[in-house]
């Protein structure tokens, strides 16, 4: 059975799982500790997100484009696993990302302030890859911890 890790914010857990789910485990946890940059070769092909993280927040600030983070917008990023577990191919993930606005966040450039924001993930995994992503973060804590305030779309 492949390395895999047990993460539970409720304490230690023991192992009951299927080679599959301990892969699946192994393939998520590589792939939200590394650099948004050295992400790549965790995707299939094929790979499909079907909702980024703070999608709202891109949508409020008139961000377009297939993500909003990258290695610049917060240069000491961290995501710190909070809790990962797995069911035959999926893999639910509670995780906190904590670094400092350092350049463009989904279109908000940059502030300097500290970002510590909860972040819960699913993913998809098949044949050691991710075919399938949804993200899912506080998107309000985000806007407070960066000082701002949802722009009044109501003109």
């Not at 301990?22 to 790549?40: I, N, P, Q, T």
């Not at 709202?56 to 990962?84: K, V």
């Not at 510590?116 to 806007?143: P, T």
Request: charged letters at 25%.
């Amino acid at each position: 059975m492949r390395e895999h890790p047990h993460i539970s914010i409720f304490g230690t857990t023991q192992c009951t799982c299927t080679d599959e789910e301990a892969e699946a485990l192994a393939v998520v946890a590589g792939y939200r500790v590394a650099k948004v940059s050295e992400r790549a070769p965790f995707l299939a092909s094929e790979f499909k997100r079907h909702r980024a993280g703070f999608t709202h927040i891109g949508d409020l600030w008139d961000h377009h484009g297939p993500g909003g983070m990258d290695d610049t917008s917060m240069a000491d990023r961290e995501n710190i696993l909070l809790e990962l577990t797995a069911k035959e191919d999926k893999v639910w993930g509670i995780f906190r990302v904590v670094g400092t606005h350092t350049g463009p966040l989904y279109g908000i450039p940059a502030t300097g302030r500290h970002i510590d924001v909860i972040e819960v993930g699913l993913w998809r995994v098949e044949d050691g890859l991710i075919a399938e992503a949804w993200y899912f973060g506080d998107e309000l804590g985000m806007l407070r911890e960066l000082g701002l305030n949802p722009p009044d779309l109501a003109d």
